[in-house]
Each structure stands twice: as C-alpha cells, then as structure tokens.
C-alpha cells in the first residue's frame, strides 16, 4: 500500500503558476503509475495528468495540455505538477492518486490509493 499527501495549493491570479506536490509513503513509489485529478465545486472529480512508473510516459487532459507538466522523484518518493497560465476554470481541489496496475490511465477506477487533496483558487 502506498499512502499520499498533497500540498502546494492556494490562491494565485489568473495567469499565475503553482506547483503542487504529492509525497509517497508505504510502498516503493515506483510500483505505481501516478495521476493527478480535481474537482471543482458540483462537478465529477475529472482527470488532469498521468504518468508512467518510469516517468517515461505522459497523459494530459486537453483542457491543460500545454499548460500543466507531471513529473516524479521516485528516489524521493515525490510526485509533481507544476502549473503555468492558470484560468479561474482550474479552480477546484486537486488530488494524486497511484496506480498500481495500469500505464498513464485517465480512469478514476484504474486508482487505488488517494490523497486527501488540496485546494487551488485561480482569481480572474
């Protein structure tokens, strides 16, 4: 098992970048690919970003592509996602998650183990 801890949101303008982190313990990071997904207030938790356990290979979302990077330290347990040109639309509260089985999945039932989250406001 693998237990995840977010941090790295708060309120920034729109055009601002944040950079949010997801630190691992239990299990080797590296048994799992990892994603990234929010939910903003009345909406379905949505997938953002995906990455492979070798963070060889990447799945992005359209609504960030271009926008959002995520990568992994898996030496220290650390997983990222860096930010750029945020709107008030990414407004939401961002979870990771591990998968311990598939590849770079955009499912939410592909991830077994969750953080709590952690809020991002983007101000227009």
């Known amino acids: 098992q693998v237990q995840l801890v977010e941090s790295g949101g708060g309120l920034v303008q729109a055009g601002g970048s944040l950079r949010l982190s997801c630190a691992a313990s239990?299990?080797?990071?590296?048994?799992?690919?990892m994603g990234w997904f929010r939910q903003a207030p009345g909406k379905e938790r949505e997938f953002v970003a995906a990455?492979?356990?070798?963070?060889?290979?990447?799945n992005y979302a359209d609504s960030v592509k271009g926008r959002f990077t995520i990568s992994r330290d898996n030496a220290k347990k650390m997983v990222y996602l860096q930010m750029n040109s945020l709107k008030p639309e990414d407004t939401a509260v961002y979870y990771c998650?591990?998968?311990?089985?598939?590849?770079?999945?955009?499912?939410?039932?592909?991830?077994?183990?969750w953080g709590q989250g952690t809020q991002v406001t983007v101000s227009s």
């Open positions: 990455l492979s356990r070798s963070g060889g290979s990447t």
């Open positions: 998650a591990a998968d311990p089985n598939s590849y770079t999945s955009w499912s939410l039932d592909s991830y077994d183990y």
């Open positions: 239990g299990s080797s990071l590296s048994r799992y690919a």
